[in-house]
């Protein structure tokens, strides 16, 4: 491979953006690993087919949040109605009205609960779960409160 041939070099976190696809219109991208004396490590292909779809997935109902032991809350939803092309769900927590924080994400479907095991001493927590697509949109945030003593 020469350098004439790459179109990006990764950043530290190994991702790439194009910004300039077309609608409907199929691509291919490879990605080489190479070390630092130019050793091919691994190399692979995969195949994105561009799609204008900015349409959120629907907020995920029954969003609860029950102490489940001493130290660790049972947040727990249900799948959204309007789910397609679903892809995974983020997890939000915010003690004493500071803004949530992203605690976890998961990209399994069947996963609709998430205990958290590391709980501020005491306060109000607020959990947010997020529902988000294969384009990336995110659905508005199912809330729910709980009272830690």
């Not at 350098?3 to 990605?31: C, K, M, Q």
């Not at 691994?42 to 799609?51: E, I, K, L």
């Not at 799948?79 to 939000?92: A, C, M, T």
């Not at 001493?121 to 809330?143: C, I, Q």
Request: proline share 7%.
């Amino acid at each position: 491979m020469t350098d004439d041939s790459r179109i990006h070099v990764a950043n530290d976190l190994g991702s790439f953006i194009d910004e300039e696809v077309e609608p409907d219109t199929r691509y291919w991208y490879g990605v080489r690993i190479v070390d630092a004396d130019g050793n091919l490590i691994a190399h692979g292909w995969h195949r994105a087919d561009a799609v204008d779809d900015e349409e959120p997935p629907s907020p995920v109902p029954a969003l609860t949040a029950v102490e489940a032991d001493e130290d660790e809350v049972l947040v727990s939803w249900s799948k959204p109605d309007e789910n397609y092309q679903l892809h995974g769900y983020r997890v939000f927590r915010g003690v004493d009205g500071e803004t949530p924080e992203s605690i976890a994400t998961t990209w399994r479907l069947e996963q609709t609960s998430f205990l958290d095991d590391e709980l501020p001493a005491s306060g109000k927590v607020v959990y947010e779960v997020v529902a988000f697509d294969f384009h990336w949109n995110d659905s508005l945030p199912a809330r729910v409160t709980i009272d830690l003593p």
